[in-house]
């Protein structure tokens, strides 16, 4: 089983959300969670220090940390506003070129997921943005309708990851369909909006996830990340991806991208095609 590693761009900055309702949501969810002592004093300042600074990604950090690891991760970037999703296309660009720069792979985070024309309007406005021809997509929220994977496979994305199910890669026509196994709020929020599960409880669902799907048969093990949590104000979210992941490197999966699988599963198919009957 080979590991792939997202990591879904949601917010670059506080004040792009200035008009909707994401900065009380992130008030009362940290006064929840540290009124519930899930979360301690120390991280409460810290996320009112990165509010006064008015930064909410930790780009940067998160690729000095895959850097260090040997982990090809991919970003997934919004480059048109949604629920929850606020920012310019112009601050968009900045960080795409930044992590095209240091040599990570980008793809759309989509967020019109049953209008043809919009969808495609998103796929050619981050062709101009990035200088890319091949890339893929996840949907903002997972949000698929029984449309969705078609229209994607026609406007010419090279792969999509917004299914979550327990399956391996498959193809849409053209397009690999990468099904989702792990992301990050699933495992450490629940069912809630705010913090249920500590560092110790995460790790151990992550741990039986991982090991079920490795049994079951699973080629391609894939994981989301959001960037914003690689942050000592929210502790538990980024210790589960530094234990993840040494977890996963001290028992000797490979790191792979959605581009280094797709050439993989590509080879695959073309030499089964081959063999004589």
Not at 65 to 79: L, Q, R, Y
Not at 138 to 162: A, C, P, Q, W
Not at 170 to 196: A, C, S, V
Not at 213 to 232: A, Q
């Amino acid at each position: 089983m080979k590991i792939i590693i997202s990591h879904d761009v949601d917010h670059l900055t506080v004040w792009e959300h200035k008009k909707d309702l994401i900065i009380p949501k992130f008030i009362i969810r940290s006064l929840i969670e540290v009124g519930t002592g899930i979360i301690s004093l120390k991280q409460l300042y810290l996320r009112f220090r990165d509010f006064i600074k008015n930064r909410w990604n930790n780009i940067e950090e998160l690729m000095c940390f895959n850097k260090e690891n040997n982990i090809p991760a991919t970003f997934f970037f919004g480059v048109n506003k949604g629920i929850g999703l606020s920012y310019s296309k112009e601050l968009a660009q900045n960080y795409i070129r930044l992590v095209v720069r240091n040599k990570f792979d980008v793809g759309v985070h989509g967020i019109e997921f049953n209008n043809f024309k919009a969808m495609k309007t998103e796929f050619e406005d981050f062709k101009k943005i990035s200088g890319l021809n091949k890339f893929g997509i996840r949907m903002h929220y997972l949000r698929v309708s029984k449309e969705t994977l078609n229209y994607l496979d026609k406007i010419g994305y090279l792969f999509d990851s917004s299914t979550y199910e327990k399956r391996n890669p498959y193809k849409i026509n053209r397009m690999w369909e990468f099904p989702l196994h792990i992301m990050d709020g699933f495992i450490i929020l629940g069912e809630k909006r705010w913090q249920t599960s500590n560092l110790e409880k995460a790790l151990d669902k992550t741990k039986c996830l991982i090991e079920k799907l490795y049994n079951d048969g699973i080629e391609y093990f894939t994981i989301l990340f959001h960037d914003r949590y690689f942050s000592d104000s929210f502790i538990t979210w980024k210790k589960w991806y530094i234990k993840t992941v040494n977890f996963l490197k001290d028992n000797k999966f490979e790191f792979v991208s959605y581009k280094q699988a797709i050439r993989e599963l590509e080879s695959k198919q073309k030499n089964t095609n081959h063999i004589p009957k």
